[in-house]
């Protein structure tokens, strides 16, 4: 009987013990959430480490505008579009049926 006796405490615990983790599991605001808040925390560390690469890009594009003539003429003549004087554009445009 004193066998009997040990071992009740035991499974007692062990009892308690999955019946918090099935509790736990199935609580909206438990196992499931942690495991959805890991994926969104993975996935805004991606976009932040993209995000800074970005803004790592457009540091060094900026400095290069303030500092090399070269860089300043590509980002007028792309972006604004804009020629030296006595050039000449010509400008091809894709007929409506796709041909030539």
């Known amino acids: ?3 009997h006796r040990g ?3 035991a499974l ?3 009892g308690a ?3 918090l983790a099935v509790a736990g599991a199935l609580d909206p605001s438990g196992l499931g959430k942690s495991f959805l808040l890991q994926e969104e ?3 805004m560390a991606n976009e932040n480490h993209r995000l800074q690469l970005e803004n790592n890009r457009l540091a060094n594009e900026a400095r290069a505008l303030l ?3 070269k860089a300043r003429e590509r980002a007028a003549r792309e972006e604004l579009r804009f020629i030296r004087a006595g050039e000449v554009i010509y400008r091809l445009e894709a007929s409506p049926g796709g041909a030539p």
């Open 67 to 69: 500092s090399d003539p």
């Open 1 to 3: 009987m004193s066998w």
């Open 41 to 43: 925390c993975a996935r």
């Open 12 to 14: 007692f615990l062990l």
């Open 17 to 19: 013990a999955i019946l």
């Open 7 to 9: 071992r009740t405490p």
